[in-house]
């Protein structure tokens, strides 16, 4: 395929899938003890997740990645876009407990046996989360803003509906993931810029500041920018952003939906939205390391396409995920996004047949 928004889409999951695989391994680690261990980490490595139950190969995604191809399921099948609902009867159809145990967090199995129990609506299940502000609507979202490429509106909807079977109504996971999300929406439009990227970000961001907290959502997001604007080496960042989120934040720990979000933006401006150096920086960051590389290179790849992805490790996820026999999909990267194309696709059909129709009565 040769469309330019194809390309963004492919991009996205690309990015987002090579972040995920190569910042596992030193999840959680200071950005120190990966200096030490690595120089530079740039390549992959196998890793071990829950206990070491499984060694995971080269190439190897985790469970954020699991949760995006469950929603890219959902919508191929739908052939449009998803609510909560479609996506928890994706989860009853395709997810093995067994599988998942290898795959997902404790979490993930433990909605999905309430989802089965058909007495919760599959937009209530979030409240059965022990801890919200987590980074899911970040870091695992991006099939939502491509299947609403271009459409904001949309994204914020979907982001609202379908966000409630991972948190909590209060959850800040909703205002900062619609943040995040705006971004990936505006870069997949032609004409976007790393300017204009930002800037939809800042417009979905509040001023409000609450009783306690110092700074609004867009002071906390002005902030990082200011950082990553500044920065003569992307990699020069890291510190000055760590001393400022150098603390567990939640119950679950550095996986906070700000942090996330202001870093994933603040190396998207430092590197111009250049994927290769987004997930390079990511995962050498420290702390959440794959969750801030699937968001800040995922949000790049909507940007920039697969121009600046070495094609060598498309080729090492891809190979990793056909052969992962715990894994809820073995699509290769392409094959995802050509789904996803597909739908929106589908989605664009039935929307000029309904302008059509309303045409056609005026």
């Known amino acids: 395929m040769s469309s330019k928004l194809f390309d963004k889409i492919y991009g996205c999951l690309a990015g987002s899938r090579v972040g995920s695989a190569m910042g596992a391994p030193p999840e959680g680690w200071s950005m120190e003890k990966i200096a030490e ?11 071990a997740h829950y206990g070491g139950i499984w060694d995971r190969p080269p190439g190897s ?41 290898y795959m997902t967090q404790p979490f993930d199995r433990d909605i999905l046996a309430v989802a089965k129990t058909g007495r919760v609506a599959s937009g209530q299940l979030g409240e059965f989360m022990g801890f919200a502000d987590v980074n899911t609507t970040a870091r695992s979202f991006h099939a939502i803003p491509l299947i609403n ?14 966000g409630r ?12 993931g619609v943040i995040f999300n705006a971004a990936v929406v505006e870069a997949t439009r032609p004409n976007s810029t790393v300017d204009s990227v930002v800037g939809e970000a800042l417009r979905h961001a509040s001023t ?53 979000v202001a870093k994933a933006l603040a190396i998207f401006v430092a590197t111009g939205g250049n994927v290769k150096d987004s997930v390079i920086v990511s995962i050498n960051f420290g702390r959440d390391t794959d969750c801030l590389a699937a968001s800040a290179a995922g949000l790049a790849g909507a940007f920039s396409g697969t121009s600046t992805i070495p094609p060598e490790w498309i080729e090492t996820v891809d190979q990793a995920t056909t052969q992962n026999p715990y894994t809820n999909a073995q699509r290769t990267i392409k094959q995802a996004a050509e789904g996803l194309y597909g739908a929106l696709q589908n989605k664009i ?10 045409e056609s009565q005026i």
Request: net charge negative; glycine share 4%.
């Open 37 to 47: 261990k690595y120089g530079v980490l740039d390549t992959f490595q196998p890793y």
């Open 61 to 101: 995604t985790e469970d954020g990645i699991e949760r995006q191809k469950l929603m890219i399921t959902a919508i191929i099948e739908k052939q449009d876009r998803i609510t909560a609902e479609d996506l928890v009867q994706t989860w009853i159809k395709v997810l093995d407990p067994e599988k998942m145990k």
């Open 149 to 162: 490429a271009c459409d904001t509106e949309g994204m914020i909807e979907d982001v609202y509906n379908v």
């Open 165 to 176: 079977v991972y948190q909590p109504s209060h959850s800040d996971g909703f205002p900062g």
């Open 208 to 260: 409000e500041r609450t009783e306690g907290i110092k700074r609004s959502h867009k002071e906390l997001i002005e902030e990082a920018l200011d950082i990553g604007a500044k920065a003569k080496d992307p990699m020069d960042i890291r510190t000055e952003l760590n001393e400022i989120y150098n603390t567990k934040l939640t119950a679950y720990a550095f996986s906070n939906i700000w942090e996330n």
């Open 349 to 358: 059909k039935k929307m000029k047949a309904h302008v059509d129709l309303m």
